[in-house]
């Protein structure tokens, strides 16, 4: 059996069209999931001196609940396999919703169900990011604005924010790079993406070779645009 | 008359450890007191009391005539009257010397950015470092960080400034400017400043008066160069000993 071109070329709409879907759950993944992440990551913190001071009151308890809950989200979703919450969220979690509500047909699209499982899982690892960066931020800067007179948030958004971003990029590299290549997995809840549009083509031609090296190059190209941009950001945000 | 600093009976302790023993203390406007003692005697605590980075655990300290502890837009108040200096400048990296003078007149003061930087501009030029207010503070010397600093601590306007051993991170050659800075401030503006620092030229030739802590106490208190040549204590017989042989 010869390497043939024309398999590749002939495959290359479909692979494409799998590699559209690749990235637009990817990107509304990783929109949602650094939403996610960084309420998460504050909220684990939320009331400590990382972020300023202890708070007075009713915001005491309040701090204190937030950082449980937030605590929770992160543990259950790390300590869970991704393609289990996949798979939760399409088969089991509509019939959960079904047994407890008179909603009889509810159910959840495929697509859908891949955005909001990228979205959760990727939160809670941005989550973890968000927290080790701005914990990395000199508690002397805050002092210092704090002797100022400066209120937490100005404090928060213009000089925690800016540094603890800066630290966050290269980590939040990797974990884009890892949710995009997670969504191969939602090949088991039927979404078109690369990795499944690759599955059919072979299925019915047989060539693994041409089709699986097509379809790693394509991923391999499309990590290597998140990474590069990523780069660039670091690059053009002063060093400090 | 009470001073614009009064500590009353002031206990501070971090867990089961008390760093601070019933101190009393009092500041009047104008005066610049300077504290030394060896480290771990609880100056820098002390200090931090003053503009509450630390709470004080029991007592009474009153500070420009607001109680502590205060809720926190009070503690906020304070803190727009009270600058500080740091041993470590603790200068916002990723802004120029000159956004990190105009950043508290603009966000604690409210002040427009136009009157900000002609504040900014002023002071800096007031500590010498008009040409440089383009400069990261990474591409400062320390000297020249703590200078800004310095200015960033005045741009907010405040009736004191707590300084938290100023010149302790610094080359040798570069004290001097530091010192300088504040001397001129001292003699200038009439600003009331409190100084935990080693340098004893500074304490004989600015202080005021000049307190000798040991062990979360106030061991010994008068004019500087009467405690200097008299000491009454061993504890600061010993550490003057120490501090002259440097």
Same mark, same amino acid.
């Given at each position: 059996?010869?390497?043939?071109?024309?398999?590749?070329?002939?495959?290359?709409?479909?692979?494409?069209?799998?590699?559209?879907?690749?990235?637009?759950?990817?990107?509304?993944?990783?929109?949602?999931?650094?939403?996610?992440?960084?309420?998460?990551?504050?909220?684990?913190?939320?009331?400590?001196?990382?972020?300023?001071?202890?708070?007075?009151?009713?915001?005491?308890?309040?701090?204190?609940?937030?950082?449980?809950?937030?605590?929770?989200?992160?543990?259950?979703?790390?300590?869970?396999?991704?393609?289990?919450?996949? @798979?939760? &969220?399409?088969?089991?979690?509509?019939? #959960?919703?079904?047994? $407890?509500?008179?909603?009889?047909? /509810? %159910?959840?699209?495929?697509?859908?169900?891949?955005?909001?499982?990228?979205?959760i899982n990727a939160g809670a690892y941005i989550a973890e990011i968000v927290r080790g960066s701005v914990m990395s931020v000199n508690k002397g800067l805050?002092?210092?604005? @704090?002797? &100022?007179?400066?209120?937490?948030?100005? #404090?928060?958004?213009? $000089?925690?924010?800016?540094?603890? /971003? %800066?630290?966050?990029?290269?980590?939040?590299?990797?974990?884009?790079?890892?949710?995009?290549?997670?969504?191969?997995?939602?090949?088991?809840?039927?979404?078109?993406?690369?990795?499944?549009?690759?599955?059919?083509?072979?299925?019915?031609?047989?060539?693994?070779?041409?089709?699986?090296?097509?379809?790693?190059?394509?991923?391999?190209?499309?990590?290597?645009?998140?990474?590069?941009?990523?780069?660039?950001?670091?690059?053009?945000?002063?060093?400090? | 008359?009470?001073?614009?600093?009064?500590?009353?009976?002031?206990?501070?302790?971090?867990?089961?450890?008390?760093?601070?023993?019933?101190?009393?203390?009092?500041?009047?406007?104008?005066?610049?007191?300077?504290?030394?003692?060896?480290?771990?005697?609880?100056?820098?605590?002390?200090?931090?009391?003053?503009?509450?980075?630390?709470?004080?655990?029991?007592?009474?300290?009153?500070?420009?005539?607001?109680?502590?502890?205060?809720?926190?837009?009070?503690?906020?108040?304070?803190?727009?009257?009270?600058?500080?200096?740091?041993?470590?400048?603790?200068?916002?990296?990723?802004?120029?010397?000159?956004?990190?003078?105009?950043?508290?007149?603009?966000?604690?003061?409210?002040?427009?950015?136009?009157?900000?930087?002609?504040?900014?501009?002023?002071?800096?030029?007031?500590?010498?470092?008009?040409?440089?207010?383009?400069?990261?503070?990474?591409?400062?010397?320390?000297?020249?960080?703590?200078?800004?600093?310095?200015?960033?601590?005045?741009?907010?306007?405040?009736?004191?400034?707590?300084?938290?051993?100023?010149?302790?991170?610094?080359?040798?050659?570069?004290?001097?400017?530091?010192?300088?800075?504040?001397?001129?401030?001292?003699?200038?503006?009439?600003?009331?400043?409190?100084?935990?620092?080693?340098?004893?030229?500074?304490?004989?030739?600015?202080?005021?008066?000049?307190?000798?802590?040991?062990?979360?106490?106030?061991?010994?208190?008068?004019?500087?160069?009467?405690?200097?040549?008299?000491?009454?204590?061993?504890?600061?017989k010993d550490f003057l000993g120490h501090v002259k042989h440097h």
């Open positions: 059996m010869d390497f043939e071109f024309s398999v590749i070329t002939g495959s290359l709409p479909a692979l494409l069209a799998g590699a559209k879907l690749t990235w637009i759950i990817t990107i509304l993944g990783i929109i949602g999931g650094m939403v996610f992440g960084v309420l998460a990551g504050l909220g684990r913190i939320a009331g400590t001196q990382s972020l300023g001071e202890k708070p007075q009151g009713i915001f005491m308890p309040i701090s204190v609940l937030v950082r449980y809950l937030s605590g929770f989200y992160v543990e259950v979703i790390r300590g869970t396999p991704i393609i289990v919450q996949a @798979m939760f &969220l399409y088969f089991a979690f509509p019939m #959960l919703v079904r047994l $407890v509500t008179d909603i009889e047909r /509810f %159910r959840i699209e495929a697509l859908t169900a891949a955005v909001i499982t990228i979205v805050l002092e210092a604005g @704090m002797s &100022l007179g400066i209120s937490r948030f100005h #404090l928060i958004v213009h $000089v925690i924010g800016p540094i603890a /971003f %800066r630290r966050m990029i290269p980590p939040l590299g990797n974990q884009f790079i890892i949710s995009l290549k997670d969504t191969s997995l939602f090949i088991v809840i039927g979404v078109g993406e690369l990795t499944r549009q690759g599955q059919e083509i072979m299925a019915s031609n047989f060539r693994a070779l041409e089709i699986w090296l097509t379809v790693a190059v394509m991923y391999l190209m499309m990590t290597t645009v998140i990474a590069m941009t990523l780069r660039s950001l670091e690059r053009k945000m002063k060093i400090f | 008359m009470p001073g614009i600093i009064e500590m009353k009976n002031v206990c501070k302790s971090f867990g089961n450890k008390e760093v601070l023993h019933n101190i009393n203390f009092s500041v009047d406007e104008g005066e610049v007191v300077v504290i030394i003692g060896p480290s771990g005697s609880g100056k820098s605590t002390l200090l931090r009391c003053i503009n509450c980075l630390e709470m004080i655990t029991m007592g009474e300290l009153t500070v420009d005539s607001i109680l502590i502890p205060a809720e926190r837009g009070r503690i906020r108040q304070i803190r727009l009257e009270v600058g500080m200096v740091f041993q470590q400048f603790n200068l916002f990296p990723h802004m120029t010397a000159l956004d990190n003078v105009v950043f508290g007149p603009r966000k604690a003061r409210k002040m427009n950015k136009g009157k900000a930087t002609d504040v900014a501009r002023n002071l800096l030029g007031k500590v010498g470092l008009a040409e440089f207010e383009n400069k990261l503070p990474q591409q400062l010397s320390g000297g020249q960080q703590q200078r800004v600093a310095i200015a960033r601590a005045l741009a907010v306007n405040p009736k004191i400034i707590l300084f938290d051993e100023p010149t302790s991170a610094l080359d040798p050659e570069m004290i001097g400017e530091v010192l300088d800075v504040m001397k001129s401030i001292a003699k200038d503006s009439g600003m009331t400043m409190v100084v935990v620092t080693h340098e004893m030229g500074f304490a004989a030739q600015v202080g005021s008066r000049l307190i000798f802590m040991d062990d979360g106490r106030i061991i010994e208190e008068g004019l500087p160069g009467e405690v200097m040549k008299n000491p009454q204590s061993e504890r600061l």
